[in-house]
């Protein structure tokens, strides 16, 4: 069956590290992936979307990579900021007549410390 | 410009009632999906709707649980006879449906059944 995996223990790093998330996927052919913020109490918020053709992408101090032979994205956040901290969530696509439906990681937590 | 709006943000409700979770998309978006999130879980996905039309719903459970998005209002998700195991995030996304798009999330709705 599919299966969309992230570490679910949380990440501890230390301000002005770089954070570094995995998103690991099995049984699945995505188009695209998808890296979404999620604060305590609130909605997630779209960061960034990587093609299947695209090895990289880049925005501000956001770095996403997307390897389909291993099957992995991996999420950077250079010089990291308590801010930064929340869980980050991937998604895939999965194409259904006219839209798309995304399917989520279970999320990893980042905590940034001073 | 308003983002997705959802109401009620919390909702109470005894085992046995209706619940009814109202989402209004943002503007000129016409593509609405309903996600679940139970406590240290991720986002499952339940439905996907344009107007009047119900597109996916391979995620809704098969008892208790409709949804719909009509021409004129908000999209519902409607819960009969509520049990404890439907307290959850309920949030909805809206996108513009122009092909694959990110989604864009409101800020939830907190059902609580007691």
């Known amino acids: 069956s599919q299966k969309i995996e992230q570490n679910s223990e949380a990440l501890n790093i230390q301000e002005g590290k770089t954070a570094t998330l995995t998103c690991n996927y099995t049984?699945?052919?995505?188009?695209?992936l998808q890296w979404y913020r999620q604060d305590p109490g609130r909605g997630p918020v779209f960061l960034l979307l990587?093609?299947?053709?695209?090895k990289e992408k880049r925005k501000e101090r956001l770095k996403v990579t997307f390897d389909t032979t291993l099957k992995q994205s991996l999420f950077h956040i250079t010089a990291s900021q308590p801010a930064d901290s929340a869980t980050y969530l991937c998604?895939?696509?999965?194409?259904?007549?006219?839209?798309?439906?995304?399917?989520f990681g279970g999320g990893t937590r980042l905590m940034v410390k001073p | 410009n308003a983002g997705v709006m959802q109401n009620p943000r919390h909702l109470v409700r005894r085992r046995g009632q209706e619940a009814r979770l109202r989402c209004s998309p943002m503007?000129?978006?016409?593509?609405v999906y309903w996600y679940r999130q139970l406590p240290e879980e991720g986002l499952k996905f339940m439905v996907y709707?344009?107007?009047?039309?119900?597109?996916?719903e391979s995620g809704m459970p098969k008892e208790r649980f409709s949804a719909e998005f009509p021409k004129e209002g908000p999209s519902i998700l409607r819960i009969q006879q509520v049990v404890r195991g439907d307290s959850a995030a309920y949030f909805c996304?809206?996108?513009?449906?122009?092909?694959?798009?990110?989604?864009?999330f409101g800020p939830g709705t907190r059902l609580t059944v007691l």
């Open positions: 990587i093609r299947e053709n695209e």
């Open positions: 709707l344009q107007k009047e039309n119900i597109i996916d």
């Open positions: 998604a895939l696509d999965r194409l259904n007549n006219a839209g798309n439906m995304l399917t």
């Open positions: 503007k000129g978006h016409s593509h």
């Open positions: 049984n699945y052919s995505p188009a695209y």
């Open positions: 996304a809206s996108s513009p449906g122009q092909g694959r798009d990110t989604q864009y």
